[in-house]
Every structure is written in structure tokens, then in C-alpha cells.
């Protein structure tokens, strides 16, 4: 065929044939060079294994150790055994000193790329470790004279003496240590310092180095905490010599709450007493019902608008029904506004609040048994209330009338009894506190009022700035904080229900939908439950009237400028506003004895998220425990009891 040339494969073949040989060598030279590369590269990998594999596992196996010891230490102090603590400090000390012997035998990997990072992470962890380990030295150090007086294990300073003498002592003595919180903040800060240079995103979360990422972000994140909460409660452990008495008495008005009546700071304010401190010494002065103190201001002002709305038969505002701000400083600054007016009024330092949880909680620890103006004490069952025996004498002691009592014996004894009971009880519980060898109670005693503190059970309003810093840092003082995120704290006041509170069961549900574009709409449902049949409430007959028909006054706090969508189980309008930085959505609803109640509401918040949700929900004082469950498009994310204020994170 013409314009096709022929083509002869076997002339092809040999004309090409040079050409594919020079192909040939050079994919041999090249796969030599790959070889001899491959070869160098093995080699140079087993040179420096051979280096790094053994100082390597010799630092993982010291870190490994100093961790263990570690364990052992913080075993030691929470078993409250100082001179033991101590002991393994030093254990501890030398441990990390082999540790970063060990870690410096591999300095070379400064020299590295990429593994120079990861070895000046190991650098500054160990630093922090060493600043960690001088501010629990300084700490262990400083409370160590006052072991006994702690009730802690270890040799105190002040063993001789009798208890009182003891607390007075170490109360003059305090000067002197509590400069020491200085260096342990430096120290703290020196921690911070090396372990903010760490950066957990360094660790990817693959191959098992998700959990080495989570665990430097969280020890980031406490060291962040502890070094703001030691800074911030620094100058009121300067100043505790001062508010102990020490050179001069203070005085502190205390309030007793009665939480079985709740009320916006945790309940009812039924007595009072004035506490003298001298040098430690605790002494009460006075004590009285709040009806007598009330009685002593003339003049009083209209009662605000809840009370008049939803209170039955008030119409002036008393200091009883005063608490009506959540937040504990704001009440008790109207408090103060009254108390100025009575003619009872006594100048005192600051005002400590406490409820009925810390008498029970008090008492059990006291061998479950403490006598007072002839009454037994307990917190066992009483059958008559399925509750704490206490508790029922309590409420026996301040609800009976008067006119009840006047059938066994006089108005003077009456009056001399409601006057006192609650000073006769307070004592009687602080001195068969005092009276027994420190190891038995102070211990238990000491670490039972941080948790009564941290479940705000008890709360501090002091008129000395810095100490009243150092309290609210201690979240001690009961306030409505600012948060970045979502919030939610669920107030309520029993106006006029008896003591119903004492048997009504509460369950919360938060439910979080997200729409594409991120916002958010949440609902709250509140069920309630009262599982107990209704008192006798014929208090001329004898009766005690605890359980009755709860009036519930329900203010719901959310982040500011969210909007209410819709709500179900207010017995009248809800209204919204704003207070203390939140919104604030309103109500009110009733629930009966042996029966139930469900309260919701919806609302938009008024930021958009995608990914995680910081949320802080502030518990009210003086609920115990209520249930609360988490959702995320209607399925169970978390559930728990409210003991506490509490902050998380939510994956929406």
C-alpha cells in the first residue's frame, strides 16, 4: 500500500537496541544510588537507635517511677497524714531529680527537627514538675505546727493545753506562716509559666497520642485555675489572723436558714445569733428567734412586689422575707438596710449564713448524738417526717405557737427557750467538738465545712474588702457569676407552703436543638413530686404543720438577651427582664402533697454555636442534690445531682 511506510520489526528492534541498553544502566545506577541511600539511612537510624533506645527507655522508665511516687504522696495527703505526706515529698523530689538526669542524658535531641520540640516539651513539663513540688513543699511546711489543731495526722506544735488553748495559740502563731502564701504562688506561677509553653495541639490524636493531647490541655487548664484561685485567695489568708480575733475580737452576725422553707439564698431566715471570736475562741453572745429582731424596727417599708403578690396576709418588708435576690451579697446588703433601723442592732464584722444541712451533717459526724437545752439531737430517721430527727425537732422548736406551749409551762420559759434554742444547739455542738482530743473530730469537722461551703450550705458576706475577695474567690459568698457561655441558674422561694420543701422531689431536663446556621433553641422542664400526704396544719391543736400546699415563686436565669419562646406550668403571665448580667424568666405554680407538677419553658439564646458549648449552672443554696439531665436533640447526654456549681462542655 502506497503513503505507508514498511516497517521492519526486527531492523527496529536492533536499531534501538543501544538506546535501551543506556536505559538499563541508568535504572541500575539509579537503583544502586537508592540502595546505597536506603543502606546509609538504615544505618544512620541504627546509629543513633542504638544511642536514643537505651537513654530513652532509662528516662521512660524514671518518669515512670516518679509518677508512681507521685500517687503515693498525694495518697498520703488525702488521707490527711501530713508527717507521711512529707516524707514522700522528698521520695518524690529525688525521684524527679533522676528524671530529668535521665531526660538531660538526650540533650543531643535539641539538635534534631521536629524531635527538638517534643524534648523541650519533656523539659518544661519537668521544671513545672520541680515548682509544683516547692509550693506543696512550702504548703506541707506551713500547716504542719497546726496538725493537731486540723485534726490532721502528724505532730503538731501545739499539743499541750486544752483545746481552746490550743486554737489560741495557733491563731497568735498564724502571723507567721501565712506570709508563706507569697512563695507559693510564685511557685505556682513558675509552673504556669514552663507548662504554658507546652502546646498540646502538638499531639495529634492518632496513635495513641489523643489522650497525651487531652491530658496536657487539662493539666494546663487546672494549673490556669489553681494559680488564679491561690492569687485570688491570697489576701485572705493573709488577713484570716485578723478575722480569727487575733489582735482584736471580731463579732459575726449569724443567720440561720431554714432550707425546708427555700427561699432565694437557701431559706427562710428563722434565727439568729451573735458569734464573738477571740484569738480563735468562738463564744455566743446572743441568740434570738427573728421574729424578736423584727419586732425592734418600727417604720418598716412596703413589702416589694412579690411578696405582696404572692405571700399571703404581708404587706411590710421584713428582714425574715428580705433574702429575695439570689445572689447572697445583694440580700444581705438589704438585710443590713433593715437591721440599721432595729433597736436590737449590735455593729458586727460580717455575716455568715448557714442551713440545716450543716447541722446534720454536724451532728453525724459528732458520734450522731449531741444534747442542747434538754433536747436529743440526731440524725437518724425520725418516722414521724421521713427525715433527719433533727430536723423535726428544729421545725417542732420554731413552729409551735406559742399559745401550744403556754398549756405545759409559762411565757417566760417559752420565750427564754425560742430566745436560746438555737445558741444552746450551736454550742452544744461546738463544745463536745472542743472537748474531745482533736484527732477524733476536728479532722472529719474541718474537711465537712469546705464541702458544706462548696455546696453553699454555708456562705460568707465580710465587710473587710480583702477578705471579702479572698471569699467570693473561695466561691463562698453565694453571688450570681458572669460566665462566657451558656447559663442557667433555677431560683425559687416557697411563699407561704409550709415546710413542703422537705418532701418535694425536683428533676431538671435541659434540651439543646441547633439549626444549621448555629443557633440555638433550648428548653428547661422541671417535674415536680410530692410523695407525702398533707399535715394537720391545726397548729392550736398540737399539730406541726411541714407539709402543705407549695407556693412556688421560680425565677429562671439565662444568658442575657435570650428570648422566650414559650412556657407551660406558671399559674400566671411569664414575665421577663434583666438582673445581675442574665435574663430572667419569671413565674409562679403550686404543688400539692401526694401529688405532682411540670413546669418548661423555651427560649432562643443569643449566641450562635457550632462544636462545643461551655455552660455553667449555678446551683440555688439550700437544694440538695435535685436531678438534672442533659440532651442534644432530644438524646442523653449526661445526667447528675446538683450538689455543687457546676461547668462543662456540651457537644451540640
Request: net charge positive.
Amino acid at each position: 500500500m502506497e503513503g505507508f511506510k514498511k516497517i521492519d520489526l526486527d531492523t527496529h528492534t536492533l536499531q534501538n537496541k543501544p538506546q535501551t541498553m543506556l536505559v538499563s544502566r541508568k535504572k541500575r545506577t539509579l537503583s544502586k544510588k537508592l540502595f546505597t541511600t536506603f543502606a546509609i539511612v538504615v544505618g544512620i537510624l541504627i546509629f543513633f537507635g542504638l544511642i536514643l533506645i537505651g537513654p530513652a527507655q532509662k528516662t521512660y522508665s524514671d518518669a515512670k517511677k516518679t509518677f508512681a511516687q507521685v500517687k503515693v504522696t498525694v495518697d498520703a495527703l488525702k488521707k490527711q497524714n501530713i508527717a507521711l505526706a512529707s516524707s514522700e515529698l522528698n521520695k518524690t523530689k529525688d525521684s524527679l531529680v533522676q528524671t530529668q538526669k535521665s531526660l538531660d542524658s538526650m540533650g543531643y535531641l535539641k539538635f534534631v527537627p521536629i524531635a527538638n520540640l517534643y524534648y523541650g516539651d519533656a523539659q518544661h513539663l519537668t521544671k513545672a514538675g520541680f515548682y509544683g513540688l516547692d509550693a506543696a513543699r512550702v504548703l506541707i511546711d506551713s500547716i504542719a505546727p497546726y496538725a493537731d489543731v486540723l485534726g490532721l495526722k502528724g505532730q503538731g506544735s501545739f499539743v499541750g493545753g486544752t483545746a481552746s488553748q490550743r486554737i489560741e495559740t495557733a491563731v497568735t502563731t498564724m502571723g507567721k506562716i501565712t506570709p508563706h502564701i507569697d512563695d507559693i504562688v510564685k511557685h505556682m506561677e513558675g509552673a504556669k509559666k514552663e507548662i504554658d509553653l507546652v502546646d498540646p495541639n502538638r499531639y495529634p490524636s492518632i496513635l495513641g497520642l489523643g489522650k497525651i493531647k487531652k491530658g496536657l490541655s487539662q493539666t494546663r487548664e487546672l494549673v490556669d485555675q489553681g494559680v488564679t484561685f491561690v492569687s485570688d485567695a491570697r489576701p485572705l489568708i493573709k488577713i484570716l489572723p485578723n478575722l480569727l480575733g487575733d489582735p482584736k475580737e471580731k463579732k459575726y452576725l449569724v443567720l440561720f436558714q431554714n432550707d425546708k422553707e427555700l427561699r432565694p439564698t437557701g431559706g427562710f431566715i428563722t434565727a439568729y445569733a451573735i458569734f464573738r471570736i477571740d484569738k480563735g475562741v468562738i463564744h455566743v453572745d446572743r441568740s434570738d428567734d427573728i421574729y424578736n429582731l423584727d419586732n425592734g424596727i418600727f417604720g418598716k417599708p412596703t413589702a416589694p412586689a412579690p411578696i405582696l403578690k404572692y405571700l399571703p396576709k404581708v404587706s411590710t418588708f421584713n428582714l425574715r422575707d428580705s433574702n429575695l435576690s439570689p445572689d447572697f451579697i445583694e440580700s444581705m446588703k438589704t438585710f443590713n438596710s433593715l437591721y440599721a433601723k432595729s433597736s436590737s442592732k449590735v455593729d458586727v464584722d460580717g455575716i455568715i449564713a448557714l442551713d440545716t444541712n450543716v447541722l446534720v451533717s454536724t451532728i453525724k459526724i459528732l458520734d450522731d448524738e449531741v444534747y442542747a437545752g434538754g433536747v436529743r439531737f440526731t440524725s437518724k430517721e425520725d418516722p414521724r417526717c421521713d427525715c433527719p430527727q433533727v430536723i423535726y425537732e428544729l421545725e417542732r422548736l420554731i413552729s409551735t405557737p406559742k399559745s401550744v406551749d403556754l398549756k405545759v409551762t409559762t411565757l417566760a420559759a417559752v420565750q427564754a427557750q425560742r430566745k436560746d434554742f438555737i445558741g444552746v444547739l450551736l454550742y452544744a455542738v461546738m463544745e463536745k467538738a472542743l472537748k474531745s482530743s482533736p484527732k477524733l473530730y476536728w479532722g472529719p469537722l474541718f474537711q465537712d465545712m469546705l464541702t458544706q461551703v462548696q455546696q453553699k450550705h454555708v456562705m460568707f458576706y465580710i465587710y473587710n474588702k480583702d477578705a471579702q475577695n479572698g471569699i467570693e474567690a473561695l466561691n463562698a459568698a453565694g453571688q450570681i457569676r458572669a460566665f462566657e457561655g451558656d447559663y442557667l441558674h433555677i431560683n425559687q422561694a416557697n411563699f407561704g407552703g409550709a415546710k413542703s420543701n422537705l418532701f418535694v422531689q425536683e428533676a431538671v431536663t435541659q434540651n439543646y436543638e441547633v439549626a444549621g446556621d448555629g443557633a440555638i433553641t433550648k428548653k428547661i422542664t422541671i417535674n415536680y413530686k410530692n410523695p407525702h400526704a398533707p399535715s394537720d396544719c391545726n397548729l392550736e391543736r398540737g399539730n406541726l404543720c411541714i407539709n402543705a400546699i407549695l407556693r412556688d415563686w421560680i425565677r429562671v436565669y439565662v444568658p442575657k438577651g435570650s428570648k422566650l419562646v414559650d412556657s407551660k406550668g406558671s399559674e400566671v403571665k411569664m414575665i421577663s427582664y434583666d438582673e445581675l448580667g442574665k435574663t430572667v424568666f419569671e413565674g409562679f405554680l403550686t404543688v400539692r402533697p401526694k401529688g405532682s407538677a411540670t413546669f418548661s419553658l423555651s427560649y432562643t439564646l443569643p449566641f450562635k454555636v457550632k462544636g462545643s458549648l461551655p455552660l455553667l449552672i449555678q446551683k440555688q443554696p439550700g437544694t440538695d442534690g435535685n436531678d438534672y439531665t442533659l440532651e442534644v436533640r432530644g438524646a442523653k447526654v449526661d445526667s447528675f445531682k446538683l450538689l455543687t456549681d457546676k461547668e462543662m462542655k456540651i457537644k451540640l
